[in-house]
């Protein structure tokens, strides 16, 4: 069966950074285009960026453009997302999710909060 398990995140304050990983499993990850969503609080999904299959071309919404990295390492099966600069607006819980452009697979999210 196919896995996305997801860790890292939390607390953080205005201005700091977190990493976020999502470890895969159940399928060829080295194939698959692998995305970043978000939702806040009583807000819907959001997409973040997406990484295609090789790592080569990345995507981003301009909400992170310039302050979040996505990376994948296909020999570690792993899907990142490094957050710099974070900001209050960024609090939410995030989700790696497999293939383009239907998500077919989703991580369990975890918790970024952003706050003093």
């Known amino acids: 069966q196919v896995h996305l398990v997801q860790s890292g995140g939390g607390l953080v304050q205005p201005g700091g950074s977190l990493r976020l990983s999502c470890s895969a499993s159940?399928?060829?990850?080295?194939?698959?285009?692998m995305n970043w969503v978000r939702q806040a609080p009583g807000k819907g999904l959001e997409w973040v960026s997406t990484i295609e299959s090789a790592g080569d071309t990345t995507y981003y919404a301009d909400s992170v453009k310039g302050r979040f990295i996505i990376s994948r390492d296909n020999a570690k099966n792993t899907l990142y997302l490094q957050m710099n600069s974070l900001k209050p607006e960024d609090t939410a819980v995030y989700y790696c999710?497999?293939?383009?452009?239907?998500?077919?697979?989703w991580g369990q999210g975890t918790q970024v909060i952003v706050s003093t």
């Open positions: 159940g399928f060829t990850f080295s194939m698959y285009w």
């Open positions: 999710a497999k293939g383009v452009p239907c998500y077919n697979y």
